[in-house]
């Protein structure tokens, strides 16, 4: 799933997922909708804005990494941002983020994060749509 108030973002992201055999993915606008979606959906990885109004990724982090939150709170959360500080890379580890990825990334970037967060592993010369994926 992608979870970003900017459709554009959401799109080059898919676009990144879709360039790596990745065509099922679950796109919300914002923080309270996904909190919603991941309660019904067992996502593989959830890719996140960390800047979004309303609710921002950090609360989202909270919520769904929360002890009385259901089993799906354990999905591996990439925290995407163009804003990258130490303040923000720490307070995402401390609140659970598996990985960090920084605007603008390339597919490689992507293929790489894939690899070491899917139990299978991911490469770029595996992209050929054979893998079974929810995000």
Known sequence: MIVDDNAYARSAMA?????????????????AAAVGAILGTPYD???????????????????VRHP???PNGRVPVVMVTAYPNR?????AREL????????????AQVAALLGRLLPDGWG?????GDKQILL
């Not at 303040?87 to 307070?91: L, M, P, V, W």
């Not at 659970?96 to 605007?103: A, F, N």
């Not at 770029?124 to 050929?128: N, V, W």
Request: charged residues 25%.
């Open 15 to 31: 676009a990144t997922l879709k360039r790596l055999g990745i065509v099922a993915v679950d796109e919300q606008s914002g923080a």
């Open 45 to 63: 990885i959830v890719f996140m804005d960390w800047y979004m109004p309303e609710m921002n990724g950090a609360a989202l982090l909270e919520v």
């Open 68 to 70: 009385r939150f259901p």
């Open 87 to 91: 303040e923000t890379f720490a307070r």
């Open 96 to 107: 659970g983020v598996s990985e960090i990825l920084v605007k603008p990334f390339s597919v």
């Open 124 to 128: 770029l010369d595996e992209a050929d």
